[in-house]
């Protein structure tokens, strides 16, 4: 039930790409009581990257502000499944991490973003606090909704990419135009002619 919750005040927001990113990582955030809130999309070369981000330090210089644990991140990403640490400085699967210890973090926890049989992105929660570790409850909450997520998130990627392309012919169409009324003047056509009638209007008609 709260995964829907969550997912309806993601669909509020319409197919705005960004501001239903932001929604969701907001929302995983508050649900769960975590500190900070990343969501990674995979790019057009294989890669993720940062697509959106929650309660990161107020001073937008601050160094940390974009570092999380990428060795989470890629292990979700390669094992398909949820990666969650309720003590990192006891967890042996994060020895060696230098993002872990420079960042103080003391649990985190890494959801796969599914569509069909790919992992679109990876929804990413960590916490610096010794009070906050991620449940059993906080992982099968956000698998679920990582799950809706990925389907809405399909759509609203191809509405993205349908307005996108719609923009880059609106502006080749406007540029032709401008080219097109540069070159020629239609209101000098002389003639009153049936054909010269229909000439005219099909140049007003393109």
Not at 92 to 97: E, K, Q
Not at 106 to 121: E, F, T
Request: glycine content about 6%.
């Amino acid at each position: 039930r709260d995964a829907m919750v969550m997912l309806a005040k993601v669909l509020e927001v319409g197919d705005s790409l960004q501001t239903a990113l932001d929604q969701a990582v907001q929302s995983s955030v508050r649900v769960t009581g975590a500190e900070r809130g990343f969501i990674l999309l995979f790019d057009g070369k294989d890669q993720v990257t940062v697509r959106s981000a929650f309660n990161l330090p107020a001073d937008s210089f601050h160094p940390d502000r974009f570092r999380l644990s990428f060795g989470a991140v890629t292990r979700t990403v390669r094992e398909g499944r949820p990666i969650r640490s309720k003590n990192l400085a006891s967890d042996s699967r994060f020895d060696g991490h230098g993002s872990v210890e420079a960042l103080g973090l003391n649990s985190l926890l890494a959801v796969p973003i599914p569509q069909g049989d790919k992992v679109a992105g990876v929804l990413y929660l960590d916490s610096t606090s010794k009070e906050k570790a991620f449940t059993d409850e906080d992982e099968a909450l956000l698998v679920r909704f990582a799950t809706f997520f990925g389907r809405t998130l399909r759509l609203v990627l191809a509405s993205h990419e349908r307005v996108m392309q719609l923009s880059s012919l609106e502006a080749a169409l406007s540029a032709a135009m401008k080219d097109l009324q540069a070159r020629y003047r239609f209101d000098a056509l002389i003639g009153d002619s049936e054909r010269m009638r229909s000439l005219r209007a099909t140049l007003d008609q393109i």
